[in-house]
């Protein structure tokens, strides 16, 4: 059997890589000395070198360690959208040895605050239109300092593009105790301590929603970002001479390996997009002759849906990577066939920092996670009594890797639930049903975990549910998948209220509700009030049964 899958293996690849031993920021010291002034970002039309963005991350690092107090192994929060500021601020978090905490934008006040408890981060840099969500942490006295950017500080160049709200949005001038200005944390003047950082340092906690209600969070060395990042490169041929459009999220890990680790890393250049207009990315992939791009699938079937692509030449294009759900068929026919493109899918997770299993370059399978890339070692168990299964079998897939994470963070439990050893190898469970077939090559069936993927976001029931109890008069929430025509699937929420809720209170109010206490990734679609929720004999709501009925029922969201 290995002989059969030898035969697809990536021509003159290793099946083993040396893996990177220094920190993430060394990657942008030596991009930095090597083409100084060549553009490391693109934001809008306005470019800044990679010796501009050294300098920044530098100034930003010593303001950190000095006015910040921010010694090695601190955690420091990261709140922002993509903006040239969000890759500035990472960089710097990694010189002054600290750790990046990136929370997602997207989250409102108490996500924040439970990233920000969870991971004793004392620091928080965030972008203005944040920080109503973030002053109350500062008044309490759960931070000590908000460092505050405006996208807008970057737009140094006239543009004909369309730019975002946010980024057209002038500075504001906040100010009082603790609340310092981006622009004012680069002029202090200062130098940063020598760096002494080591590639087993940790690096990034990633917060992934929770099964339980809780976002736990991935710990990450850099040893285990960077195996991540280099088996890509050399997976995927990255070059220097690679244009890369970054638009997926930063704070994700596709986003963030994908758009901006994976460039610096090779010394390529990022053109940034704040947030997705297709129209827009149509524009700076002509403009740049972008040459490779990972996105989420459903990005990626909106640009080539654009009925104005035709008019534009994107002849430069011709590697698109993505994952976390299937690209649709005609799309990937399409794509090869019009555009002799190659989508490049694969598979990963916050707890593998992305990349792990990859479709061979030369010869992918469609809607498939691919097959173990260097060093990796990828098996499909039975959940039940954890045995192997023989290729063919569905079972959950298990991992093992250099990219694999540390722990989860302060979650001894989560982290012991989350690890199996086989053959004396720790193997991460991903709680995906999967199976692998005869030449080596991964398929997903299903979940394991209750999960929502809807457009990419993975979306837990029971943290959505948990948000959920704290509406006064809900009594009992059940949140279920549903099919949905643009995101793929999304959530439904079903519950009960209390005996003393307001008579005149309103599904459309509990989703108003809904809005203002989570991110709207997670909101549910829709809301139905029932009498009572089915139970199992121990209690147990039986959300799979509410899941089936639905479905079979024709529940759908278009």
């Given amino acids: 059997m290995k002989i059969e899958q030898d035969r697809y293996w990536p021509t003159g690849l290793p099946r083993t890589l040396a893996m990177p031993q220094t920190s993430l920021y060394y990657n942008l010291e030596v991009a930095a000395t090597r083409y100084p002034d060549k553009p490391a970002v693109v934001f809008y039309d306005s470019q800044l070198s990679y010796a501009r963005l050294h300098r920044e991350v530098l100034a930003l690092a010593a303001y950190l360690q000095h006015q910040c107090g921010v010694k090695s192994g601190d955690r420091v929060v990261l709140y922002s959208q993509n903006s040239p500021q969000f890759i500035i601020a990472y960089y710097a978090i990694s010189r002054a040895q ?7 934008p997207m989250n409102l006040a108490d996500e924040l605050a439970y990233c920000v408890s969870n991971s004793g981060a004392r620091t928080v840099l965030l972008g203005q239109e944040l920080y109503e969500n973030a002053a109350p942490l500062l008044a309490s006295g759960d931070v000590d300092r908000l460092l505050v950017h405006a996208y807008s500080e970057y737009i140094e160049t006239p543009t004909d593009l369309r730019l975002p709200e946010a980024v057209q949005a002038p500075l504001r001038e906040l100010s009082g105790p603790g609340v310092t200005l981006w622009r004012d944390a680069l002029r202090s003047g200062a130098e940063p301590a020598e760096f002494t950082g080591k590639g087993e340092d940790l690096a990034v906690i990633g917060y992934t929603s929770g099964t339980t209600g809780h976002p736990k969070g991935c710990v990450h060395t850099h040893n285990s970002v960077l195996a991540a990042v280099a088996s890509a490169a050399v997976w995927r041929g990255g070059t220097p001479a690679h244009v890369s459009l970054a638009i997926a999220p930063l704070f994700h890990f596709l986003g963030m390996q994908g758009g901006m680790n994976g460039p610096v890393f090779n010394g390529a250049t990022m053109v940034l997009m704040q947030r997705w207009d297709r129209d827009v990315a149509l524009q700076l992939i002509e403009r740049y002759k972008v040459s490779q791009w990972s996105a989420p699938p459903s990005m990626i079937v909106d640009f080539f ?10 002849s430069a294009l011709s590697k698109l990577m993505g994952g ?6 005609a799309i990937s026919r399409k794509l090869d066939e019009q555009f002799n493109i190659v989508f490049n899918e694969g598979y990963g997770l916050t707890e593998t920092a992305a990349f792990i299993l990859g479709n061979p370059i030369e010869r992918g399978k469609r809607q498939c996670l691919g097959m173990a890339t260097f060093g990796v070692d990828a098996r499909v ?15 959950e897939i298990v991992l093992y890797g250099a990219q694999v994470m540390r722990e989860y963070w302060n979650d001894p439990q989560a982290t012991a639930n989350s690890f199996i050893e086989i053959d004396g190898r720790r193997f991460l469970r991903t709680g995906d049903l999967g199976f692998r077939d005869a030449e080596g090559y991964f398929f997903m069936v299903d979940r394991l975990k209750r999960m929502i993927n809807a457009s990419g ?7 959505v549910e948990s948000i959920m109890y704290g509406h006064p008069a809900i009594h009992e929430a059940c949140v279920i998948a549903v099919p949905d025509a643009k995101r793929g699937e999304t959530a439904k929420a079903l519950v009960v209220l209390k005996p003393d809720a ?3 209170l309103t599904e459309d109010d509990i989703l108003a509700w809904c809005k203002a206490h989570m991110a709207a990734y997670k909101v549910p679609t829709s809301v139905s009030v029932l009498d009572e929720l089915p139970k199992s004999g121990t209690g147990k709501i039986m959300w799979r049964k509410l899941q089936d009925d639905a479905r079979k029922q024709g529940l759908h969201c278009a």
């Fill in 98 to 104: 600290a750790v990046v905490v990136p929370v997602n």
């Fill in 305 to 314: 849906s654009n009925p104005d692509l035709d008019n534009h030449d994107i």
């Fill in 324 to 329: 976390g759900a299937a690209m649709p068929e």
């Fill in 381 to 395: 168990i039975d959940p039940s009594d954890l045995s192997e299964l023989a290729d063919g079998e569905t079972g």
């Fill in 457 to 463: 976001f993975k979306v837990w029931p029971a943290e």
């Fill in 502 to 504: 307001p008579a005149d």
